[in-house]
């Protein structure tokens, strides 16, 4: 029986996206890649999957990057108009770094080496754990690869543009605790403890209601590099969207009546919220 390469577990409320080939230290090839793009679909229109955990197989890799063996005859058997759509609509590498906006909170749990398109994959969530053997790097440097999956868009927002041009130019190594420092990592813990944390995070951001978890991550990503003025136009349009939905108006009923909120996370239409009144 053929193996999955990658794994989809639902913990409740909670998702982890596992890459699984650990004998090749998780790095992705074409049918991993495309298998990644259909379960992020899935994540993203399951009502009732509110945080992902994406992580990698083993504790030795998180992802090394793409299958360098299997993407090269992949890549020149393609078409000329592949390349155009995929950069528009995706699927990005490990389904998830371009053409689909998930506005669900994602949860970066790196066991290990975490290179190349593998950090890039790390970017595109919103918060990242690592454990403290995990290392980052641009490796593909060596091998006259390119980021080609948010690398050079992602990592300058996240640690600085300094930072991000001496990671991308010097193709250099960091360890967690320098990735900690220069705010590539959000915290490092102890390799035996890292989906513990992880889990224990998604749990938490999952026990709120999702509505205002969701728009307001919506609109920081919508207010990346836009003017100011944009930008609060666009958290405002989304905070009010939230009127929409009846776990908005619970909140507030629940800490009139002082008890605790039952939130359903179900939309309703306005007119029948406001029968409660």
């Given at each position: 029986m053929k193996r999955e390469t990658v794994l989809y577990e639902k913990k409740g409320?909670?998702?982890i996206v596992t890459i699984n080939r650990p004998e090749v230290n998780n790095c992705i090839d074409p049918e991993t890649n495309f298998k990644m793009a259909e379960l992020w679909r899935n994540f993203l229109e399951d009502d009732?999957?509110?945080?992902?955990?994406?992580?990698?197989?083993?504790d030795r890799a998180f992802s090394t990057g793409a299958d360098l063996k299997k993407w090269s005859s992949f890549i020149k058997s393609r078409k000329?108009?592949?390349?155009?759509?995929?950069?528009?609509y995706g699927p990005g590498f490990g389904g998830l770094t371009r053409g689909i906006n998930i506005f669900k909170p994602i949860i970066a749990a790196i066991n290990g080496m975490c290179y190349a398109g593998g950090?890039?994959?790390?970017?595109?969530?919103?918060?990242?754990?690592?454990a403290e053997h995990a290392r980052f790097g641009v490796?593909?440097?060596?091998?006259?690869v390119g980021l080609g999956d948010g690398g050079t868009q992602r990592l300058w927002r996240i640690v600085g543009l300094g930072r991000a041009m001496?990671?991308?130019?010097?193709?250099?190594?960091?360890?967690?605790?320098?990735?900690?420092?220069i705010g590539l990592v959000n915290e490092v813990v102890p390799k035996d403890k890292l989906m513990d944390r992880a889990l224990k995070i998604a749990k938490i951001i999952a026990s709120y209601p999702q509505g205002s978890i969701?728009?307001?991550?919506?609109?920081?990503?919508?207010?990346?590099?836009?003017?100011l003025e944009e930008g609060l136009r666009i958290e405002n349009l989304l905070f009010w969207n939230l009127l929409l939905n009846r776990d908005f108006f619970e909140g507030q009923y629940a800490f009139a009546e002082k008890r605790k909120p039952v939130y359903t996370n179900e939309s309703e239409e306005l007119k029948d919220v406001l029968k409660h009144d």
């Open positions: 409320h909670v998702v009732d999957a509110y945080v992902a955990i994406i992580t990698g197989a083993g000329v108009n592949w390349f155009r759509k995929n950069a528009y950090l890039e994959i790390a970017l595109a969530a919103d918060i990242r754990i690592a490796l593909n440097r060596r091998w006259n001496d990671l991308i130019l010097t193709g250099k190594e960091i360890d967690a605790q320098e990735a900690y420092r969701r728009t307001d991550k919506e609109a920081v990503i919508r207010g990346i590099g836009r003017p």
